[in-house]
Nanobody
Framework: HVRLVESGGGLVQAGDSLRLSCAAS????????MGWFRQALGKEREFVAG????????RYADSVKGRFTISKDNAKNTVYLQMNSLKPEDTAAYYC?????????????????WGQGTQVSVSS
């Protein structure tokens, strides 16, 4: 299976930036795309951004377009989420996930491996 470990969360003020990292290990050859999801207290987990390992395709939720950037380092099997202009409504636990699908999808069920999550808290 694919093992994912996130890092980079923290407490910041509105307007600040954070960069999350997700390091993949194990059966990484079975992973064709990666996604970042988030879950705020009392809310459902939602798709934030996704990226394909083998090309430059990316996909974003409307709520983060223009503020967040997903990127990858294939040599390090690591995916990043650069979050700029953070808002209080971005406060959530952020999870990275791996999918065996080449296309970037937003549905949770398409992702077969998940990290433990990292908390991002944005104060106003």
């Amino acid at each position: 299976h694919v093992r994912l470990v996130e890092s980079g969360g923290g407490l910041v003020q509105a307007g600040d930036s954070l960069r999350l990292s997700c390091a993949a290990s194990g059966r990484t050859f079975s992973s064709f795309s990666m996604g970042w999801f988030r879950q705020a207290l009392g809310k459902e987990r939602e798709f934030v951004a996704g990226i394909a390992w083998n090309d430059d395709r990316t996909r974003y939720a409307d709520s983060v377009k223009g503020r967040f950037t997903i990127s990858k380092d294939n040599a390090k099997n690591t995916v990043y989420l650069q979050m700029n202009s953070l808002k209080p409504e971005d406060t959530a636990a952020y999870y990275c996930a791996s999918s065996p699908l080449a296309r970037i999808v937003t549905t949770i069920s398409a992702y077969t491996a998940w990290g433990q999550g990292t908390q991002v808290s944005v104060s106003s």
